[in-house]
C-alpha cells in the first residue's frame, strides 16, 4: 500500500543551527501537508502544497515540493526552543484519509 | 471553544473491558476521521465519516472496534475487550468541504492505557 517516510527520525541542534527534514512517498501525490506535533499535543496543520516544484515560507520555515510530486522537505532557518516538536508530512490516502509519514521530533538546545 | 473536542483525555482500563470514546467535531464539518497513535509514529487511519455515513474502516479496525456518527453530528469510538496492544493515543480530526477539504483539524486525543 501507500507509504510515506520521513526522515530522520530525530535531529537534535543548537538554538541558532538550521533543521531540515525530509519526506519520500511511494507514489505520486496529489498534493501534501505538513503538521507538528508539540510534546503532549496534537497534530496542528502548518501548510498544504499542491503544485509540483512549489515552494512555500512561513518566516523562517520553507516548505519544497518536489516536481515528482513523491518527495517534499521542511527546512526551519535559525531555529528557536519554540521550534521544538515532531513534524509529520502527510499525504492523501483516498477518501480524504491523510497517510502520515513516521514524523521527524526535533529538539532544541538553548 | 470552536476546535474539535475529544472526551475523556485519560482511559485507563482493564484488559477485557470495552471503552467508549466521544468526539465532537467542528460544528458544520461534515467530514470526520478517527486515527490512533502509539508512540515514535506518525498518526495511522482508522475510519471515516461524510456525515452520518461510515465510508471506509482501515483493516487496523477489528471486529472488536465499531464507531458511529448518528445524525451526522458527534462520533464514538468504542472498543471491546480491550488488549493491551489496543493503548494508543486515539485523535479525532474533522475538515470542512469545499476548497480547505484537505485540511484536518486535530482534536487533543483520548490516551488510552490498558493494563
Known amino acids: 500500500g501507500q507509504q510515506v517516510m520521513q526522515i530522520p527520525q530525530y535531529q537534535h541542534v543548537q538554538e541558532g543551527e538550521d533543521f531540515t527534514t525530509y519526506c519520500n512517498s511511494s507514489t505520486t501525490l496529489s498534493n501534501i501537508q505538513w503538521y507538528k506535533q508539540r510534546p503532549g499535543g496534537h497534530p496542528v496543520f502548518l501548510i498544504q502544497l499542491v503544485k509540483s516544484g512549489e515552494v512555500k515560507k512561513q518566516k523562517r520555515l520553507t516548505f519544497q515540493f518536489g516536481e515528482a510530486k513523491k518527495n517534499s522537505s521542511l527546512h526551519i532557518t535559525a531555529t528557536q526552543t519554540t521550534d521544538v516538536g515532531t513534524y509529520f508530512c502527510?499525504?492523501?490516502?483516498?477518501?480524504?484519509?491523510?497517510?502520515f509519514g513516521q514524523g521527524t521530533t526535533l529538539q532544541v538546545k538553548p | 471553544d470552536t476546535g474539535v473536542s475529544q472526551d475523556p483525555r485519560h482511559k485507563i482500563t482493564k484488559r477485557g473491558q470495552n471503552v467508549t470514546f466521544r468526539c465532537d467535531p467542528i460544528s458544520e464539518h461534515n467530514r470526520l476521521y478517527w486515527y490512533r497513535q502509539t508512540l515514535g509514529q506518525g498518526p495511522e487511519f482508522l475510519t471515516y465519516?461524510?456525515?452520518?455515513?461510515?465510508?471506509?474502516k482501515s483493516r487496523l479496525l477489528s471486529d472488536r472496534f465499531s464507531a458511529e456518527r448518528p445524525k451526522g453530528s458527534f462520533s464514538t469510538l468504542e472498543i471491546q475487550r480491550t488488549e493491551q496492544g489496543d493503548s494508543a493515543m486515539y485523535l479525532c480530526?474533522?475538515?470542512?468541504?469545499?476548497?480547505?477539504?484537505?485540511?484536518?483539524?486535530f482534536g487533543a486525543g483520548t490516551r488510552l492505557s490498558v493494563l
Open positions: 502527510a499525504g492523501p490516502g483516498g477518501t480524504g484519509k491523510l497517510i
Open positions: 480530526a474533522s475538515s470542512p468541504v469545499g476548497g480547505e477539504a484537505n485540511i484536518q483539524y
Open positions: 465519516f461524510q456525515n452520518e455515513a461510515q465510508l471506509e
